[in-house]
């Protein structure tokens, strides 16, 4: 079992459509959770952390589900501009450092 | 968050060579991270590099096939040696921010490597 998974998709949605992602991670101590953006051709770049309460950031909230190990993205009205692989990314032991990556979901906003 | 440069951007290179890529940071930095994000797939994480001290491999990666250099706390540099197609990749240097926990990560802008 993968360390970290996520569907790969693609979504395909319109635009103004709410779109969700959810990624599972294998190993239960992992305490910090994230998710990645990457654009076509692009470096990863930080989209937001996932606390254990939850967080939102405009148009994109992050839940954490421990019990069930996996953490979700939500993006509401969704804008040509998101499309785009969302990686979900987990860093699985207390004080370390490495962090390790899902394979992505690949999301496409269409007109 | 760091500025992060990463060259070359991309190349071409024959089978049986090397590659050194090279990671200039913006400020100093305790560890740096290589990582490879092969077509479709996830980011691997390659080694860390310490400054001062040989870099540390994950498994499935050693050190004679992809010697790190980390000479200071600005820069770092990745070798792919005795290269094969198999290698052809997306190569990432990697640094933590400067947040508390240091756990969010900012990254080069890679090296695209095509073995041929």
């Known amino acids: 079992r993968k360390e970290v998974e996520q569907d790969p998709g693609p979504f395909n949605v319109p635009e103004g459509a709410t779109v969700a992602f959810n990624c599972t991670y294998s190993?239960?101590?992992?305490?910090?959770f994230f998710w990645y953006r990457q654009d076509c051709r692009k470096e990863p770049k930080l989209l937001m952390s996932v606390y254990s309460s939850g967080n939102e950031d405009g148009r994109f909230t992050a839940q954490l589900n421990r019990a069930s190990q996996y953490i979700s993205l939500l993006i509401r009205d969704s804008k040509l501009s998101d499309s785009a692989t969302y990686l979900c990314?987990?860093?699985?032991?207390?004080?370390?450092?490495?962090?390790?990556f899902g394979a992505g979901t690949r999301l496409f906003v269409k007109a | 968050s760091a500025v992060i440069s990463q060259k070359p951007s991309r190349d071409i290179c024959q089978r049986g060579t090397s590659l050194t890529i090279q990671c200039q940071v913006d400020s100093q930095v305790t560890m740096m991270f290589w990582y490879r994000q092969q077509p479709g797939q996830s980011l691997t994480l390659i080694a860390t590099a310490n400054q001062g001290s040989e870099a540390t491999y994950e498994s499935g990666f050693v050190i004679d096939k992809f010697p790190i250099s980390r000479p200071n706390l600005t820069f770092s540099t990745l070798t792919v040696s005795n290269m094969s197609p198999e290698d052809s990749s997306i190569y990432l240097c990697?640094?933590?921010?400067?947040?508390?926990?240091?756990?969010?990560?900012?990254f080069g802008s890679g090296t695209q490597l095509s073995v041929l």
């Open positions: 190993n239960s101590a992992s305490q910090s």
């Open positions: 990314a987990v860093i699985p032991y207390t004080g370390g450092f490495k962090t390790i």
């Open positions: 990697s640094v933590p921010g400067t947040d508390a926990t240091n756990e969010k990560l900012f």
